[in-house]
Every structure is written in C-alpha cells, then in structure tokens.
C-alpha cells in the first residue's frame, strides 16, 4: 500500500518536473567600422542588422530601449526601423551602462560618470586611481555594482567592479587585452569580448579570462566595439518561470492515477 501511494505522487508530479535548460542571452554588438549587430552568448553567431554610427559602446535601459555613445555624443537606437536619433552631447568616454535604478553610466578614461539621458551631459561621480576604461561596464543586480576592464597595463586588461558611489576594486588581471564587450549571460556568468571577436569566459573572483569561443557569422566590421545586455542580469541565474504541463501530459497523469486506484482497490479486498 505505501508503494502504491509512492508510485502515485510520483506519477501525478511527473508532467510538472522539467529539466532545467540552459538560457542564452542576446547580445547587442557595436562594430568599429558603423554596424550594429546581434549574436546568442551560447552559440556565437553573430548577425549584422543595421549600419550605424562608429559607436565605442551600446547600453540596453530597463525597458529594452537601445542606446549608443561616441567619445561625444549620445544616440537612441531603433534596431526594428534601423535609425539613430541623436540625443545630445557631452564627454561620454567609452563604456556605457544602466544600472537597475534606471539610470544611465558610463567610463572614461579613469572618470565614472553619469549621463543625463535627455541631453546627453555626463556628471562626474569619481577618478579612480589605477583605473584606464577599456571600453565597457556591465551592471551586476545582485551585487548592485558594475564590473568595468581596464587597459592600465597594456598586456593584460584587468577586471574591476566599481559602485554606484564611484568606490572601485581591483579583481585580477583577464590575461587579455581589448576586452571592449562585457555581458552578464542569463545563467550569471560573465563574458567579456575582445576587438578580434573572441568570447571570454572571466572568473569573478580572480578576474582571469578563459576563450569560449570566437564568434562566427557575419562579419564584424572593423572589429568588435563594445556589447549590451539586459542590465537586470546579474551574477546568479534569474528565478525560472513556472512551467504548466501540456494537458496531454496532466490527462496522461490521471489516467495513471485511476489505473494505481483501481489496483490498490482490488488488493485491498483480498486483505
């Protein structure tokens, strides 16, 4: 009787037990040479989707609105009708990110500044001592911090994660160099991408880079200029959606149910 009931539970809670899949996260990508593009961090390939401005670095906002920065000026990207708007001008750098408050950052340099979305002015928050922008910053939520590469020592960009405040901390050494994309992919891990395509796998807590991958596909005009991701993302995998079984499966279930009912009820009367 007691297996009989086991069988049951596991019978009925079949069709609501999936196995856990791997999450890609789609990657916007700026080329040195004027195009915009898209590529799967778990796949690779990447694909052109429109001519643009030779933007250092692209930012993904809240709402899944696209944006751009040269050193100078700031634009608002329609990937679905293929145009830029210019927004306005400042000292923008070349690193560009929203942080989960909504608000627009970027580097430059050793500056970490914020950028006024409306006209495109940037506010100096900090200079951070040992700190050179090497062309990107991606925002951790569950940190409520950025992680930032830096081109300080011209070998090697470093990994480092700078607050909200400006505060910094130097991780490690990536063990590589023109890492100008950084992107949180959906099952927390952190990539970073450099000029010549590679995707670099980088170690959180030392900093150092391992290649996953090059990317393939189109081709990346004039070489990679910096990536944007959901800057909800973070440094742990997102709460998974809950799965309804297809009612195939739950009528497949009761069926099950009522056979194990009707057996137990035959054993029972010759108990």
């Not at 991606?138 to 409520?144: E, K, L, P, Q, S």
């Amino acid at each position: 009787m007691k297996k009989l009931s086991r069988l049951l539970a596991v019978a009925i809670a079949c069709p609501f037990l999936t196995p856990e899949i791997a999450q890609a996260a789609q990657v916007y990508t700026g080329t040195l040479g004027g195009e915009i593009g898209v590529f799967d961090d778990q796949t690779g390939v990447y694909q052109s989707i429109m001519r643009s401005p030779a933007f250092f670095d692209l930012a993904l906002d809240n709402n899944g609105g696209l944006w751009g920065a040269t050193t100078r000026s700031l634009y608002k990207i329609d990937p679905i009708q293929k145009t830029t708007t210019l927004v306005g001008s400042g000292n923008l750098g070349n690193a560009l990110g929203f942080a989960a408050n909504g608000r627009l950052y970027g580097a430059g340099s050793n500056r970490f500044f914020e950028v006024d979305t409306t006209t495109g002015a940037s506010t100096l928050i900090s200079q951070i001592a040992g700190f050179v922008s090497s062309g990107d910053i991606v925002f951790d939520a569950t940190r409520n911090l950025f992680w930032a590469t830096s081109a300080a020592n011209p070998s090697s960009d470093s990994l480092w994660q700078i607050a909200l405040d400006g505060t910094a901390r130097l991780v490690g050494n990536t063990g590589f160099s023109a890492l100008y994309g950084l992107a949180f992919s959906d099952n927390g891990s952190l990539y970073g991408y450099t000029i010549d395509a590679r995707q670099v796998a980088l170690n959180l807590d030392t900093g150092l880079g391992t290649v996953v991958r090059r990317l393939s596909g189109d081709a990346l005009s004039g070489g990679l200029s910096g990536t944007a991701s959901n800057p909800r993302s973070g440094s742990q995998p997102p709460d998974r959606p809950v799965s309804t079984p297809e009612p195939s499966l739950l009528l497949g279930s009761l069926a099950i149910a009522g056979w194990m009912g009707r057996s137990w009820r035959n054993q029972a009367t010759h108990l």
